[in-house]
C-alpha cells in the first residue's frame, strides 16, 4: 500500500511511502488483539482491594446470647457476617492482575491492529517535526490542519518528544507516543492514527 505524505500544516509534500504488507497488510487476528487488550488493561489494575475478614473484624468475642432455649440460631460472637459490623465472607484481597503474553503474539496483535486501521485508510504518514515549545494551540493547529478536532487521534513519533507530547496532553481525544511505546490499546481505540516518517520505519523494524 501507498500512501502520501503530509506536513505538519497538512498539505502534500510530494512524496510518497510504501507501507510494509508484513505489518500492514496482514488477515488481523481478532484473538491476540482481544489477549493484548486484556492484558494491557489488566496492568493498569493496582489490585489493592481488600475488605476484612471476621478474623480481621474488631468487635466482641463474648457470646451473644445462651446457646439453647431462645429459639433462634446458636451464636457465639459479634463478629460473624450476618451481623452489621461483621466480617466479610470471601471478601477481595489484594492481588496481581498481571499475566504473561508472548512476545510473538503481542507483536501480531500490534500488527492486527495496524492492518486493521490502514484497510480502513485510517493511517496517515507525516513529515518529522516538533514544537519550539510546548503549547497547546500548537498542536490544535496541527489537528485542525488534518480536520482531526474532536476526533480520536493517535500520533506515533519515532522519538520521545516532549514539546509535542506536552502540547497535546490537555486535549481531549488526542493521544501522543513513540514507536517504541506504541500498543494494541491505543491502535483500536483510536479513530485516525497519523504516523512521522521515522516512526514508521522503527515500528516496521520492529514488528517485522
Known sequence: ????????????????????????????????????????????????????????????????????GTGGARHGSAKAPIYVGGGRVFGPQ??????????????????????????AGNIMVVEDFSFDAPKTKNYLTFLNAFSLSGTKSLLITGDNDSNVFLSS??????????????????????????ISESALLKIETMLK
Open 1 to 68: 500500500m501507498e500512501l502520501s505524505v503530509y506536513n505538519k500544516d497538512g498539505k502534500e509534500t510530494g512524496k510518497k511511502v510504501t507501507l510494509s504488507a508484513e505489518v500492514f497488510g496482514i488477515e488481523p487476528n481478532e484473538h491476540v488483539v482481544y489477549l493484548d487488550i486484556k492484558q494491557y488493561l489488566a496492568n493498569q489494575r493496582q489490585g489493592t482491594h481488600k475488605a476484612k475478614q471476621r478474623a480481621e473484624v474488631s468487635r466482641s468475642t463474648k457470646k451473644l446470647f445462651r446457646q439453647k
Open 94 to 119: 489484594p492481588r496481581d492482575y498481571s499475566f504473561k503474553l508472548n512476545k510473538k503474539v503481542k507483536a501480531l496483535a500490534r500488527k492486527s491492529a495496524l492492518s486493521s486501521r490502514a484497510a
Open 169 to 194: 496532553r490537555n486535549i481531549p481525544k488526542a493521544k501522543v507516543t513513540s514507536a517504541s511505546q506504541v500498543n494494541t490499546y491505543d491502535l483500536v481505540g483510536t479513530e485516525k492514527v497519523l
